[in-house]
């Protein structure tokens, strides 16, 4: 039985129950012969994922959807049980943390904001420990459902395996956030690093199959960060995520160095600076344009190093600018060296993004032996 912290593996399954679960999650409502056929899986075995699952309350055969204009024996769809069971996350970022219940297909069914400088000024410890208590009140709100799983996300140094973060940012050091998180939920916990965690939201929240791509994902707001997507799954170094923070860029008005470290120029201090320095508003047309030139020729940089074969970006910084992408994409354009185009792709999950993350940490878990899952809990 799982228990404790247990390292998240952000991708889909590749075993059978895995393979049905995620095309009932991503096709539905299916029926058996479509899912036969996106799987690759034989009928024989379909159907007895399909009976396991549906044992199990992660699916649903739904006879009321049956088309009933259709020649010859109805076929009855099947869609993911979405009222069984629920995970719970928490993304612990600079500014803001979201504590977040979703159901198995990673709807939102509650979140809650807090400024994450409420407890920044707190004992370490403390903090850790009302943001757990916190969540384990908001899980509780739901008894109806079974928790199955927990997911946190943040930035700085995370170790997936015992759940122990340092957060720069807010003091943290050497702290056992999975550990403290499990004790207050009482259900397997899984920790990842939130650029990482946002990158797993596009592969595993969204409406698609997996793809054999690359993908390279980039996140800026308060922080900066980078993960890569390679065939459905975000690739997790064994001694932690890297770092783009000190990316060197040429900042213009950003700053009055030539060349500065991006995450010292991208953030809302560094504009706030730069306005008060060069006598304009926070939100003044030359400062938006510096960021999204700074932000296209970074992209462009690590595009030329990866080529991936597609870009994803998200976070506040790049959404900013009141002619959208655009500029970033021109900036990136006339940066990269790569000879073939690529447009950049935002998220699809806008401002959520943050919130979706620790649920697709909770969900990896799941998605990844969803019948032991359960059997566990």
Known sequence: MPSGVVAAKLRVGTAPACLVLNAVRVGGPAARDTITANTGLSAATVNRQITALADAGLIDERPDLVDGG??????????????????????????????????????????????????????????????????????????????????????????????????????????????????????????AEHVQAM??????????????DTVLFFY????????????????????????????????????????????????????????????????????????ARVLGDAVAVLRDVLDPDSVIVAGDAFAAHPQGLAPVQAAFDAASTTAWPLEITPTRYGVRVPETAPVAVALSAVYADPLGVVAGA
């Open 70 to 191: 259709g020649v010859g024996r109805p076929k009855i769809p099947l869609t993911l049980d979405r009222d069984q069971y629920c995970v719970a996350g928490m993304h612990v970022g600079a500014r803001r943390t979201a504590l977040v219940i979703a159901d198995l297909g990673g709807r939102t069914l509650y979140s809650h904001a807090i400024r994450t400088q409420e407890f920044s000024g707190a004992d370490p410890d403390e903090a850790v420990a009302r943001l757990c208590e916190q969540l384990a009140e908001l899980a509780a709100r739901f008894s109806g459902r079974r928790v199955l799983w927990a997911g946190a996300a943040l930035g700085g140094a995370v170790d997936a395996d015992t759940g122990v973060v340092d957060h720069p940012i807010l003091g943290w050091k050497q702290l056992p956030l999975g550990q403290r998180l499990h004790d207050a939920l009482g259900v397997p916990v899984s920790v």
């Open 199 to 212: 990158a797993a939201a596009e592969v595993l929240l969204g409406g698609q199959m997996v793809s054999d």
């Open 220 to 291: 800026a707001r308060e922080t900066v960060g980078m993960a890569l997507i390679i065939a459905g799954e975000v690739f997790q170094p064994g001694r932690g995520a890297g770092s783009v923070a000190g990316l060197p860029v040429a900042p213009g008005p950003l700053d009055v160095a030539p060349i500065a470290p991006l995450q010292s120029v991208i953030g809302t201090a560094a504009l706030k600076a730069a306005a008060a320095r060069l006598g304009v508003g926070d939100d003044a047309g030359v400062l938006a344009d510096a960021r």
